[in-house]
């Protein structure tokens, strides 16, 4: 059974940090390149961050130079370290596993940013 648990979220003052864990389970994970998602109430879901299973890292406009995507093979977890997090970050964070047509999605993790 293929399992995908995020972790780290939480409330947190614009400005503050926090870092986002994904666990993978049943299956191969140094395979699949991994993404962050997160959606926003009301807004459609945004792809926030990619590291394929070469190392390669790509970020949305929006959050670069903030969060770092990282990915650790032996642990099957990718993480995103978010720092300088604005209001407008505020959303629920899912992890994503892609190779070819399969993909796999966590069940998400809020992160609300707000004084």
């Known amino acids: 059974q293929v399992q995908l648990v995020e972790s780290g979220g939480g409330l947190v003052q614009p400005g503050g940090s926090l870092r986002l864990s994904c666990a993978a389970s049943?299956?191969?994970?140094?395979?699949?390149?991994m993404n962050w998602y997160r959606q926003a109430p009301g807004k459609q879901r945004e792809l926030v961050a990619v590291?394929?299973?070469?190392?390669?890292?790509d970020y949305t406009e929006s959050v670069k130079g903030r969060f770092t995507i990282s990915r650790d093979n032996a642990k099957n977890t990718v993480y995103l370290q978010m720092n300088s997090l604005k209001p407008e970050d505020t959303a629920a964070y899912y992890c994503?596993?892609?190779?070819?047509?399969?993909?796999?999605w966590g069940q998400g993790t809020q992160v609300t940013v707000s004084s």
């Open positions: 994503n596993a892609a190779y070819r047509a399969t993909i796999y």
């Open positions: 049943g299956i191969i994970f140094s395979v699949y390149h």
């Open positions: 590291i394929t299973r070469g190392n390669i890292t």
